[in-house]
């Protein structure tokens, strides 16, 4: 039980190549400070840091092409991620409840967002979303109550309308 805990995922086990972290992988371990993933992971598991109280900072790979839905959900002390290039969807409850999140930067290639993607991410100040997103699901950024810009591309041909109500609305 020590204070901080750095993880740095190994490029191999058992002499064979970390290619995925897996479901729930880092479920509930709430004095997790950081997690370093290294490069040739290509898929993060649904819930893979959920519940990760401590958790401030993933390295999220190049390589990444998939972060499974609620991969982040109630990370409270996350304050900015990185999503690689590959990766073409936000899941559903990616970041639900990461009340601390206060940038996110999306690549240029995404396609959509899923429900609750950033639902009460109350530090989250503006989001820029990228040209080639189509989708924008329901209660994306629901609670969002800091959030003071969003610039949406004219590629949006499904904006849910609820995707920007704020807490009480």
């Known amino acids: 039980e020590s204070t901080t805990r750095d993880v740095v995922v190994p490029t191999s086990?058992?002499?064979?190549?970390?290619?995925?972290?897996?479901?729930?992988a880092f479920y509930d371990c709430r004095q997790l400070k950081s997690v370093t993933?290294?490069?040739?992971?290509?898929?993060?598991?649904?819930?893979?840091?959920?519940?990760?109280?401590?958790?401030?900072?993933?390295?999220?790979?190049?390589?990444?092409?998939?972060?499974?839905?609620?991969?982040?959900?109630?990370?409270?002390k996350l304050k900015s991620i990185k999503i690689p290039s590959g990766v073409k969807d936000i899941g559903e409850a990616m970041f639900f409840e990461c009340g601390g999140l206060e940038s996110v930067s999306l690549p240029s290639n995404m396609t959509s967002i899923g429900k609750y993607a950033f639902y009460k991410c109350g530090k989250l100040k503006s989001v820029t979303i990228p040209l080639g997103v189509t989708r924008i699901e329901e209660s994306t950024f629901e609670g969002c109550n800091g959030l003071m810009s969003v610039s949406i591309p004219s590629t949006v041909t499904t904006p849910h309308f609820k995707s920007f109500l704020s807490s009480g609305s």
């Open 13 to 24: 086990l058992g002499g064979f190549p970390v290619r995925h972290i897996g479901i729930q």
């Open 37 to 76: 993933i290294p490069s040739g992971v290509t898929s993060i598991g649904d819930g893979a840091f959920l519940g990760c109280w401590g958790l401030e900072s993933v390295s999220i790979p190049a390589s990444g092409t998939r972060i499974g839905g609620a991969a982040c959900r109630v990370c409270p």
